[in-house]
Structure formats: structure tokens, C-alpha cells
């Protein structure tokens, strides 16, 4: 394997669930044995969860299953690294790891000092229970506790759409996401 002067993005397959463990087992024989390697991430993301009219925040790991490293790719790291427990592989050809390519990094901006990656806005991003055509209870607001069916979710808005049935017509009203919580 040639020498590479420049510290490049590598991916890293480990087993899943092990993202966390293996990163921290790189930073550690990195820092044992003096190895060229200068960043570990496990991109992560912010994500509003609601379920059953509850609000939660979480963080979610936005490739599962994978660890990225900046490094600069010599014989001694690649079989130092190949050697922890819980990785399984380098991305690359089947004969070498093949570094991101410059786009690659931009489009996922590792290039940032925040182990997690930033979202569109900074934002967390909210995700529901609910699904289209499916009854909810609104939670929220002047029409609190009217029963509707869901007809549109939009994630880039951050709201929805519900069919509620009031004084004998159908009318669509928009709320927030966390507005209304699935009918039990």
C-alpha cells in the first residue's frame, strides 16, 4: 500500500450497534500508538419524536452501521486500525480503502468542527407516528379535542393537514406536527 501525504474522510463498516464503541477503540489506538488519524465522527442528527401526543428528543445515528475518519492512510494505521473489534471493513475497492471524494465531504459537511452534522436550518427534524388517512385528536388550539383524519404531512413546513367534521361539513384545518396526537 503507497504512503498518502494528505489526511483524507475513509468510511468504516463496523457491526451494527458497535458505531459508538468502535469509534472510541480508533480514537484510543490512534492515540496509543501515534497514528496519523485526526477525526472519528458518527454523524448524528437531532429528531423530534412524537408518539401518543408526546414530545421527545432524540438522537439518531445518521448512517447506521458505519464511522467516518479523517486520517492520513499508511500501512501501520490501515493495519492497526483493520485489527479493532466490532469493524468489520474499509469502503474502497475489495483490495484498498478508497477515500470520500471532495463532494462527498461537502455534501456531508465533515468538514465542520461539530461531531454531529449539521441539519438544513439547525433544526431537529420532527418525525410522527401518524400516517396519512389515519384518525388523530388535536391537541392543541381553539379546537382542542375535535377528532379529524390526517390528509397531508409536511416535514419541511413542520405541519399538517386534517379533515375535522364541524357543524356538519368537512373542513380542512393546518396545525403543527406535535398539534395532534393518534386516536386511540
Not at 5 to 34: C, F, M, W
Not at 74 to 89: E, M, P, Q
Not at 116 to 131: Q, W
Amino acid at each position: 500500500m503507497e504512503m498518502k501525504e494528505e489526511a483524507l474522510y475513509y468510511v468504516l463498516q463496523t457491526h451494527p450497534g458497535r458505531e459508538n464503541k468502535v469509534a472510541s477503540d480508533i480514537r484510543k489506538v490512534a492515540g496509543g500508538r501515534d497514528l496519523p488519524v485526526f477525526d472519528v465522527q458518527v454523524p448524528t442528527e437531532k429528531v423530534i419524536e412524537i408518539r401518543n401526543g408526546k414530545r421527545r428528543e432524540i438522537t439518531r445515528k445518521i448512517y447506521p452501521g458505519y464511522v467516518i475518519v479523517k486520517m492520513i492512510l499508511t500501512d501501520n494505521a490501515w493495519y492497526s486500525l483493520r485489527g479493532i473489534r466490532g469493524l468489520v471493513c474499509f469502503a474502497g475497492d475489495g483490495v484498498k480503502p478508497l477515500p470520500l471524494t471532495r463532494e462527498e465531504v461537502d455534501k456531508l459537511g465533515l468538514d465542520s468542527s461539530e461531531e454531529e452534522l449539521p441539519s438544513a436550518e439547525n433544526k431537529p427534524r420532527i418525525e410522527v407516528s401518524y400516517k396519512l388517512d389515519e384518525a388523530v385528536q388535536i391537541i392543541d388550539g381553539p379546537l382542542d379535542g375535535y377528532v379529524g383524519t390526517v390528509c397531508d404531512i409536511n416535514y419541511e413546513k413542520g405541519c399538517l393537514k386534517v379533515n375535522v367534521s364541524m357543524f356538519g361539513r368537512e373542513t380542512q384545518i393546518e396545525l403543527p406536527l406535535d398539534g395532534v396526537m393518534a386516536f386511540v
